[in-house]
C-alpha cells in the first residue's frame, strides 16, 4: 500500500509539473499570482524591498515578470531582474541617489506590506 501511495504521488507531481504547473504558464488568477509572489521570495527573499514590478505575458513566451529589488535597502544598490522562459536574468545594477535625510526604503515596497499580488490576481479575474 506504501508503494501504491508513493507512485500516486510521484505521478501526481510530475503530472502538474509538465501541465504547466510553473510561473511560465500560470494564469492570471489569484492562484497564478500567488505563484508568481512565491517565485520573487523564492529568488529574492521574503523580505525583499522592491521599486518596481512589471507582469506581463505574451502567448509565445508565457509569463514575464520585471522587478528591481534590493534585500538591503541601506546600502543603495537595487538589481534589476527579468523573469522569461523559467530563468531569472539580471540585466542591470542600479545605485540610488538620495536627498540628504531620505531613507531609501521609504521609496520601496515589500510583497505583503501595501501590495498583495494574490489580491492583484482576484482584481484581474474580475
Do not use: R
Not at 507531481?13 to 510553473?22: D, Q
Not at 541601506?74 to 538620495?98: C, D, H, R, V, Y
Request: proline content about 2%; glycine content about 8%.
Amino acid at each position: 500500500m506504501k508503494k501504491l501511495n508513493l507512485i500516486v504521488l510521484i505521478i501526481t507531481v510530475l503530472t502538474f509539473l509538465s501541465c504547466g504547473g510553473s510561473v511560465t504558464n500560470t494564469p492570471a488568477s489569484a492562484e497564478g499570482f500567488e505563484l508568481i509572489e512565491k517565485e520573487m521570495k523564492s529568488q529574492f527573499g521574503e523580505n525583499a524591498y522592491y521599486t518596481d514590478l512589471n507582469i506581463s505575458y505574451d502567448k509565445s513566451i508565457g509569463n514575464m515578470i520585471g522587478v528591481t529589488v534590493t534585500d538591503k535597502p541601506e546600502s543603495l544598490k537595487m538589481g534589476q531582474w527579468n523573469f522569461s522562459m523559467g530563468a531569472w536574468k539580471q540585466a542591470a545594477e542600479i545605485t540610488l541617489e538620495l536627498s540628504e535625510g531620505s531613507k531609501a526604503a521609504d521609496f520601496m515596497f515589500q510583497l505583503n506590506d501595501k501590495i498583495n499580488l494574490k489580491t492583484l490576481g482576484v482584481l484581474v479575474e474580475k
